[in-house]
């Protein structure tokens, strides 16, 4: 059979695959402890679930605007003004099902057949698949564990030229939890304005950064406005992955083409899944604060026992809720030891080269899991790497 071009180079998202993987050994009474998946283990918060319900019963669940409703769309500008040091009007707002149509659509109205566009590698898989879609030059950008996983700046001024069309930026990384500090969005910034490109800056993990650091949005750079697209959303953030709910921030023209190609796709988003949004942002912060301390919690008990196993090297993450362990050290391939810690071990993980091929030598674990799973499951991977010859 016969299928379009764009569509033939289209692989699976590696943790969908790894979770079937899983599903099944489950089915056959295996007992899996799941570090593959990166979602949040808490239920949406209280508040924003009622808001939701809420919504439901008062009929909001009619059509509404493509690019969302204002007054959740005024919720994120507001935001984008405290958090980021950005003047925003809603105006420049988009709202979609999920952060993944703000990856999606941006890229198919910027990129033109033949455009270069750097992104991370490794990095999340959407970028190489949506620059595929658009007929865009794929240019990986290595991120190396030497530089903190954030960004090799060296390989970017390398890489970068008046080919470039846009550079995806993903602060805090998945899945290496790299932050790009100011010094290195300056650098960046400089680039954008002398080659003229585009920046999509994915930045929903931006909350969700540890020992007080705060992931700075290359947004906020004099000038950069006018040539960035903010991808943000509720999935992480908000334990929201299944309300399908994100936005974007970018300039109003762009806004207008973003608006009607989600006129024809997915017409809107859904509505009450919005009033959830609303109160999402506006509500008490709290249940967040307390997330990403726990998180933190996670992460040390998580790094201190993957360090301590022989051959393991893992760095700190600075957010996100992802480790990336470099295993190199046992002399196979990432996706053999994955599926060899799936099968010995009883744990899911994924291989780093799920995100692309920078990731060889790493496995990525999701420390969104209760901490009695990760105790367990640390243990059970020393274990199955102890057996290794
Ligand atoms: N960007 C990154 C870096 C992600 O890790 C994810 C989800 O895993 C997304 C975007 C997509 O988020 P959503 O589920 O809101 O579409």
């Not at 493509?66 to 769309?73: Q, T, Y």
């Not at 967040?288 to 090297?313: F, H, K, M, S």
Request: charged letters at 15%.
């Amino acid at each position: 059979m016969e299928f379009a071009n764009c569509v033939q180079n289209l692989k699976p998202e590696g943790a969908y695959h790894m979770l079937a993987r899983a599903q099944a050994l489950e089915a056959q009474g295996r007992d899996i402890i799941h570090l593959e998946i990166g979602q949040p283990d808490v239920p949406t918060f209280a508040n924003v679930a009622q808001a939701g319900i809420q919504a439901i019963k008062d009929g909001h669940t009619t059509y509404n605007p493509p690019a969302g409703i204002l007054p959740l769309r005024q919720a994120i500008a507001e935001d984008a003004g405290r958090r980021r040091g950005i003047d925003v009007h809603p105006s420049q707002v988009v709202v979609g099902p999920g952060a993944k149509p703000i990856l999606f659509f941006p890229t198919l109205a910027l990129v033109r057949p033949g455009d270069e566009v750097l992104y991370p590698d490794p990095g999340f898989p959407t970028y190489a698949a949506v620059i595929d879609v658009a007929g865009g030059v794929p240019v990986p950008v290595p991120l190396r564990e030497e530089t903190g996983f954030a960004f090799d700046l060296d390989a970017f001024d390398q890489l970068v030229s008046d080919q470039t069309r846009l550079v995806i930026l993903n602060s805090p990384s998945n899945p290496t939890g790299g932050v790009l500090s100011w010094a290195m969005l300056e650098h960046i910034a400089a680039a954008a304005h002398k080659h003229d490109f585009w920046v999509l800056s994915d930045e929903i993990y931006a909350r969700l950064a540890f020992d007080g650091l705060a992931a700075p949005s290359i947004a906020a750079l004099p000038g950069m406005r006018e040539r960035t697209v903010i991808c943000d959303g509720f999935s992480k953030t908000y334990a929201m992955t299944g309300w399908r709910l994100g936005y974007g921030i970018m300039p109003q023209a762009l806004a207008e083409h973003m608006n009607l190609l989600l006129t024809h796709s997915v017409g809107c988003t859904a509505t009450f899944t919005q009033y959830a949004g609303i109160e999402a942002l506006t509500g008490p912060q709290a249940a967040v604060e307390a997330v990403v301390a726990e998180y933190q919690r996670r992460r040390d008990v998580l790094v201190t026992a993957l360090n301590a196993i022989p051959g393991v090297q893992c760095q700190m993450p600075r957010g996100a809720f992802y480790t990336f362990p470099n295993v190199t050290a046992f002399g196979r391939s990432a996706e053999w030891l994955a599926d060899y810690l799936l099968d010995a071990a009883g744990v899911a993980v994924l291989p780093g080269t799920a995100f692309g091929p920078g990731g060889e030598g790493y496995l990525r674990l999701c420390f969104a899991n209760s901490m009695e799973n990760i105790r367990s499951g640390v243990a059970r991977i020393a274990d199955a790497l102890g057996r290794l010859d």
